[in-house]
């Protein structure tokens, strides 16, 4: 079990993830969130004063005193109300990582979560009753508010949640899963329905899956970039680290360092070259791969920063005896980082597309589109055209959706960071450089045959044998379609 105290990393969602670990609470986490809750029910018991999101209104309805005999209905009303998501479903496996997050972000007692609550939530993450959440509804800005009311909802007995049946998940009725596994559900107390659909856990969610995403996407961009460099012949002496120690950025480095790696020893990368140089596709590996590289770490340490945070609002400082409203719960900055990270991912994703249009090209001793007898077949014509496309959606999915405002609650939220437009989009991003960079992957593998008998590198030739155990090579035409597919397959897997 992950006991959840002060921080938790990246790295560790991805095993508690991969490996289906359950979460708990610390001591310290426990005696955090009652001490937060229990000076809150002091203070309400002791003071008859408006403090925003606890005896008010929300929104533009914030002067709107409302009675102690209906604090807890407010609670429920405003899960109730908030909840208006629409569209697709958002995937379970993106619900769960919103479930840790929220858990995440009310451990550090500053939300007047009862314990309750917070172990409800636990209980959902280790049971796999997850949350039917929907994409559409979030503006970013007083957090996610719609997304993480739809996320609360079952634990007032309201809602539907997915939960795993004979393996697969199911869409159930909250109330009656409450049932089956007893549970009761939870009386919502003043404060609690603000720290619960207040925060940033919709986008943090997104960002993290997208994160997890493209560490391995952009080591697979490397290896697949080798493989299209030896079956188009290329030069090494772009990679010579006296390159890139007089421009020392450090993805671009990183990545001259991979590409001379994974190709060392390879009879092809050793052959006397005709060309003196390549294309920018092939020789500019290192600029744009390491682009993209130094901007996944800069996002990583923005999202790291945010999955340890409070979000929601008020905050309550018991130690100083303060209730603050603020705005952690904007967006802002990981609408602008989401945007970034779309940015640097399609760029993967174009450079992979034009290596692709080299190998089919019928250069370099290739035949044209990589087949035999081309003519009569038409071999890899077409996934470049598919590529193509993908590369093209990509740039219009990286439209920033942080530049974009909408005013809502009656002017009182008047500047919005559409955040979650910008998650839900670089999702998108990520699964169409799947998709790119399998088509490249299955024209460098078939390209790579033509330079037979020379061999790659080791590490290409394993990489290579490993993918012909679910594609094999393309003596004539026939459905490319499932090729791309068990492609894709073979990289996410």
């Not at 199911?170 to 619960?196: C, T, W």
């Amino acid at each position: 079990m992950y006991k959840i105290t002060t921080h938790i990393n990246i790295a560790e969602i991805k095993d508690i993830i991969k490996n289906n670990k359950e979460i708990g609470l610390s001591d310290d986490a426990k005696a955090r969130i009652e001490k937060c809750r229990n000076y809150l029910d002091a203070k309400l018991a002791n003071n008859d004063k408006p403090i925003y999101g606890i005896n008010t209104g929300f929104g533009s309805l914030h002067s709107t005193k409302i009675s102690n005999d209906n604090l807890e209905q407010l609670q429920e009303n405003l899960l109730l109300s908030h909840a208006c998501g629409t569209g697709d479903l958002v995937p379970h496996e993106i619900v769960k990582l919103m479930l840790l997050l929220k858990v995440q972000s009310l451990s550090y007692g500053h939300s007047a979560a009862q314990l309750a609550t917070v172990e409800r939530l636990i209980y959902f993450f280790n049971n796999n009753i997850l949350p039917v959440v929907y994409e559409l509804g979030s503006l970013g800005a007083s957090g996610d508010l719609a997304p993480l009311a739809h996320l609360s909802l079952p634990l007032i007995g309201e809602g539907k949640v997915w939960v795993k049946e004979n393996s697969t998940f199911e869409i159930r009725n909250a109330k009656l899963v409450l049932d089956k596994h007893n549970l009761q559900p939870i009386k919502l107390k003043s404060k609690e329905g603000l720290a619960l659909i207040n925060g940033t856990q919709f986008m943090s969610a997104y960002g993290v899956q997208c994160l997890l995403k493209t560490e391995k996407l952009s080591a697979m961009a490397d290896t697949i970039a080798c493989v299209s460099m030896d079956a188009f012949d290329c030069r090494l002496e772009p990679f010579n680290h006296l390159l890139h120690d007089v421009r020392p950025h450090k993805g671009q480095i990183e990545t001259a360092k991979n590409v001379l790696a994974i190709l060392e020893g390879s009879e092809i990368a050793k052959q006397p070259k005709v060309q003196v140089q390549d294309q920018y596709a092939f020789r500019c590996i290192p600029q744009v791969h390491g682009a993209s590289k130094d901007a996944f770490e800069h996002i990583h340490k923005i999202f790291s920063t945010e999955i340890n945070s409070v979000t929601d609002n008020p905050n309550v400082f018991a130690d100083e005896d303060l209730i603050l409203s603020g705005g952690n719960f904007h967006g802002q900055t990981l609408a602008i980082h989401l945007d970034f990270l779309a940015i640097a991912l399609a760029e993967l994703g174009s450079i992979s597309e034009r290596r692709t249009y080299q190998l089919i090209s019928g250069q370099r001793n290739l035949p044209a589109f990589l087949v035999s007898n081309p003519g009569l077949n038409s071999g890899m014509m077409i996934p470049q055209y598919t590529a193509a496309s993908i590369v093209s959606q990509n740039k219009q999915l990286c439209t920033p959706a942080s530049v974009d405002s909408i005013v809502s609650s009656n002017g009182q939220e008047d500047h919005v960071s559409m955040g979650a437009n910008a998650a839900t989009k670089c999702l998108r991003v990520v699964k169409n450089l799947e998709r790119i960079l399998a088509i490249e992957l299955l024209n460098a593998a078939q390209a790579l045959e033509f330079r037979r008998p020379l061999k790659s590198s080791a590490t290409i030739e394993a990489f290579v044998t490993e993918y012909r155990k679910q594609v094999s090579f393309v003596s004539q035409d026939r459905l490319l379609h499932d090729d791309i597919e068990k492609s894709v397959e073979f990289l996410v897997n």
